[in-house]
């Protein structure tokens, strides 16, 4: 993100200040998705686009969207996986998931291995 961020010039303060971590997480996620196998990547693709949703910052949200129209459009996908997009844009309700902001977790997409909250004095450690 950081080197095409650097290439297009000086980085806004007020973008600098949205970038938190659950941002950062799903530009990674959308990043990541051209080497997904096709299987792979219809199942991540609700769960990219529920987290661009649940981004609380309109600037977040926006440069997230944008940045999957690219990735989905700018080339970086073979044509399996960029029929993929198309079914999953089309007819699979992305376009409503990313533009309308429906979102459909049921819960907290978390990393592997993350800590979860630990019920009232025990410590997972």
């Known amino acids: 993100m950081a080197p095409a961020v650097a290439a297009q010039g000086p980085r806004t303060d007020t973008l600098d200040a949205e970038l938190d971590e659950r941002t950062i ?31 609380r910052s309109n600037i977040a949200r926006e440069t997230c969207k944008k940045r999957l129209w690219e990735v989905m459009t700018g080339g970086e996908m073979d ?40 019920p009232m004095g025990l410590s997972k450690l």
């Open 79 to 118: 044509i399996a996986r960029s029929q993929t997009c198309v079914a999953w844009w089309g007819t699979r309700g992305g376009r409503e998931m990313v533009l309308g902001g429906v979102s459909v977790l049921a819960h907290d997409v978390e990393m592997s291995g993350a800590l979860g909250e630990a």
């Open 25 to 55: 997480l799903t530009l990674t996620l959308v990043d990541s998705l051209p080497f997904l196998p096709p299987p792979l990547l219809s199942d991540w693709l609700p769960v990219v686009a529920a987290l661009i949703s649940e981004l």
